[in-house]
Nanobody, 119 residues
Framework: QVQLVESGGGLVQPGGSLRLSCAAS????????MGWYRQAPGKERELVAT???????NYADSVKGRFTISRDNAKNTVYLQMNSLKPEDTAVYYC?????????????WGQGTQVTVSS
């Protein structure tokens, strides 16, 4: 089992910045990648950014150059730094962790954190 706790969402004006955090606990040694998805009202959940163990980060085209994903292994925490925010970035942001356990592959989600970009 992996538990994910997110924080850092809120209301910000266009052009502003926010940093999301996702703290993992539990069977974290089985995780091989973490990242963020988001879901806007009436839209499907979409991948925002991912950071695999020892691999290259990956971003949605819509956030490249504005968002940065990083991790602090000592704190078992993944961050999403969001700059130059736009109203279309408004969504619930979900942290995820995927990996392999003895029972097979797993995928866990955080509870979601609301990001609202509005003047």
């Amino acid at each position: 089992q992996v538990q994910l706790v997110e924080s850092g969402g809120g209301l910000v004006q266009p052009g502003g910045s926010l940093r999301l955090s996702c703290a993992a606990s539990g069977s974290i040694g089985d995780i091989n990648a973490m990242g963020w998805y988001r879901q806007a009202p009436g839209k499907e959940r979409e991948l925002v950014a991912t950071i695999p163990n020892g691999g290259d980060t990956n971003y949605a085209d819509s956030v490249k150059g504005r968002f940065t994903i990083s991790r602090d292994n000592a704190k078992n925490t993944v961050y999403l730094q969001m700059n130059s925010l736009k109203p279309e970035d408004t969504a619930v942001y979900y942290c995820y962790a995927r990996g392999w356990a003895v029972t097979g592959p797993f995928l866990y989600w955080g509870q979601g954190t609301q990001v609202t970009v509005s003047s």
